[in-house]
């Protein structure tokens, strides 16, 4: 199983929609989840933190299932810009130190349409 | 005023050849990452260093040799470049919490590495 697995995509949505992604982790022992957007040709950017109780940020809320390992992204009235790449983020506990290197999802590509 | 800045950011270059990529930030973090992110944009960690001091080293072969001069910088050096070297080079930095947990990573803008 995939340390952070999510939908590919493209997800194809018209302007206003609202769109939810998916991503679910392998690691229980996991302690930190993000959200993170990637333009096309552009470095990644953090979008949110994703908190046990779960958090909103204007048209953006994140979920955090620990039970089911699982973490979602929900987008309301999509604008344009939100035409990106969304990459789920998760921390996972490295094999030989005490470290902790984030693993990121391959992401979910979002195309909003006028 | 560029938090994360990396030079060169485009690099074509001969497979056997040897090569850097240098990075720096200004953002006074402890930690600096080098990730790369192959054509499937499959983006995976390389190195971290902490306070110049190396803390992570993925399965990375050791024709790459990362390199920290003071915390400000995290430089990259490249032997022996091979076809399948071909990725986008991600540098980043972040303050890290106690605990293992994180905050934010900030980005480099990437150098595209081209090897012919």
């Known amino acids: 199983r995939k340390e952070v697995e999510q939908d590919p995509g493209p997800f194809n949505v018209p302007e206003g929609a609202t769109v939810a992604f998916n991503c679910t982790y392998s690691?229980?022992?996991?302690?930190?989840f993000f959200w993170y957007r990637q333009d096309c040709r552009k470095e990644p950017k953090l979008l949110m933190s994703v908190y046990s109780s779960g958090n909103e940020d204007g048209r953006f809320t994140a979920q955090l299932n620990r039970a089911s390992q699982y973490i979602s992204l929900l987008i309301r009235d999509s604008k344009l810009s939100d035409s990106a790449t969304y990459l789920c983020v998760v921390n996972y506990k490295a094999r030989n130190s005490g470290n902790t290197p984030l693993v990121f999802g391959k992401g979910t590509r979002l195309s909003v349409i006028a | 005023d560029t938090a994360v800045s990396q030079t060169p950011k485009y690099l074509v270059t001969q497979m056997g050849n040897d090569k850097s990529i240098k990075c720096e930030q200004n953002?006074?973090?402890?930690?600096m990452y080098w990730y790369k992110q192959d054509s499937k944009k499959f983006l995976k960690i390389m190195f971290s260093y902490n306070n110049k001091e190396l803390i992570i080293n993925e399965t990375v072969p050791n024709r790459f040799s990362p390199k920290s001069p003071d915390k400000a910088h995290l430089n990259l050096h490249i032997n022996s470049l091979e076809l399948g070297d071909s990725a986008v080079y991600f540098c980043a930095s972040s303050q890290d919490r106690a605990g293992g947990l994180y905050n934010e990573q900030f980005f480099g803008p990437g150098t595209r590495l081209t090897v012919l």
């Open positions: 690691n229980s022992a996991s302690q930190s």
């Open positions: 953002l006074g973090h402890d930690t």
